[in-house]
Nanobody, 126 residues
Framework: VQLQASGGGLVQAGGSLRLSCAAS????????MGWFRQAPGKEREFVVS????????KYADAVKGRFTISRDDAKTTATLQINNLKPEDTAVYYC????????????????????WGQGTQVTVSS
């Protein structure tokens, strides 16, 4: 299984980016797709997750109202629309998959994720 993250870049504060994560290969069980980010000198932190059917999402408080995750009809690509970017959003963004354990499960723990992409850099200038 491979995850390919793309869409990062350098933008000014207030700008927008769209990140994509495409999964290839065979994942035998339904899976949640999630995004994490890691800023220099900081630990990796949860950003958002989306269920296989795209109906259940969870957002970190820091990104609510600015980030929107969606999943394509084939369920193999997750797109993260980021609006009103702030300098504190600067980080490497990683996508990952976790077994879908239902809508009440906490997908904020990176240890629950099995496959990880290579990361895409997002840099926001002030």
């Amino acid at each position: 299984v491979q995850l390919q993250a793309s869409g990062g870049g350098l933008v000014q504060a207030g700008g927008s980016l769209r990140l994509s994560c495409a999964a290839s290969g065979r994942i035998s069980t339904p899976y949640v797709m999630g995004w994490f980010r890691q800023a220099p000198g900081k630990e990796r932190e949860f950003v958002v997750s989306v269920s296989k059917n795209g109906l259940t999402t969870k957002y970190a408080d820091a990104v609510k109202g600015r980030f929107t995750i969606s999943r394509d009809d084939a369920k193999t690509t997750a797109t993260l629309q980021i609006n009103n970017l702030k300098p504190e959003d600067t980080a490497v963004y990683y996508c990952a998959t976790a077994p879908d354990r239902g809508p009440l499960f906490d997908y904020g723990d990176s240890n629950e994720y099995t496959y990880w992409g290579q990361g895409t850099q997002v840099t926001v200038s002030s």
